[in-house]
């Protein structure tokens, strides 16, 4: 079984600064590592995966993660936030086999201050 | 394609009433996940498909709580016997399994019953 550890349930950041969300993980088997983001009032939607090759994965607005294999971390961090981004984002695992099934954390709620 | 669709999006009950809920998956999928999100928390899984076939049930898969994809299209998630810690947003993801698989989930908005 797989599980899922975010550490920071809200992060205030000033906008246009860093941020960093913390994810870690446990599992006996290989895995893969998602970041999902919910924006208010929307469904969950894909941010970014590792899956092989590469350990640092990017997505298309600005947020990359590095999978870590020995510190068991996938962390999210992107180099300037905007008041877009504003959203509950969550990590997630599942092992590179069988059913796909998605074990989530408890979610980290970014919020962007003008 | 016009994405995970759930239906209804809201559903206020009283303790003790049966309700269902309705998903249509991405029409190529041939999985189908219900997962369960309560304040504060992130999804968690309840039951999963593949085309037909129920393939794993969670342990939070009460007694109450069926599940089906008779054709391997749509399924239907229905609580009876309505209890008020079943209040949540049920949520909905289908994925293709296969050769092209990406080990990528695509989630509808969800259902959020509440029951008094």
């Known amino acids: 079984a797989q599980s899922v550890t975010q550490l920071d349930s809200q992060v205030p950041v000033f906008e246009e600064a860093p941020v960093e969300l913390r994810c870690n993980y446990s599992?006996?088997?290989?895995?893969?590592l998602f970041w999902y983001v919910q924006y208010p009032n929307q469904g969950l939607q894909l941010l970014l995966k590792y899956l092989s090759g590469s350990t640092l994965v990017e997505s298309i607005n600005g947020f990359e993660a590095e999978f870590n294999k020995s510190q068991t971390s996938f962390h999210l961090r992107k180099p300037s936030v905007h008041i877009s981004d504003t959203a509950e984002y969550f990590c997630?695992?599942?092992?590179?086999?069988?059913?796909?099934?998605?074990?989530f954390g408890t979610g980290t709620r970014l919020t962007i201050i003008p | 394609d016009t994405g995970v669709s759930q239906d209804p999006r809201h559903k206020i009950t009283k303790r003790g009433q049966n309700v269902t809920f309705r998903c249509d998956p991405i029409?190529?999928?041939?999985?189908l996940y219900w997962y369960r999100q309560t304040l504060g928390q992130g999804p968690e899984f309840l039951t999963y498909?593949?085309?037909?076939?129920?393939?794993?049930k969670s342990r939070l898969l009460s007694d109450r709580f069926s599940a089906e994809r008779p054709k391997g299209s749509f399924s239907t998630l229905e609580i009876q016997r309505t209890e008020q810690g079943d209040s949540a947003m049920y949520l909905c993801?289908?994925?293709?399994?296969?050769?092209?698989?990406?080990?990528?989930?695509?989630f509808g908005e969800g259902s959020r019953l509440t029951v008094l």
């Open positions: 993801a289908s994925s293709l399994r296969g050769s092209s698989s990406t080990g990528e989930l695509f």
């Open positions: 498909f593949q085309n037909e076939a129920q393939l794993e």
């Open positions: 599992s006996s088997v290989s895995v893969y």
């Open positions: 029409s190529e999928h041939n999985r």
């Open positions: 997630a695992v599942s092992a590179n086999f069988g059913n796909e099934k998605l074990t």
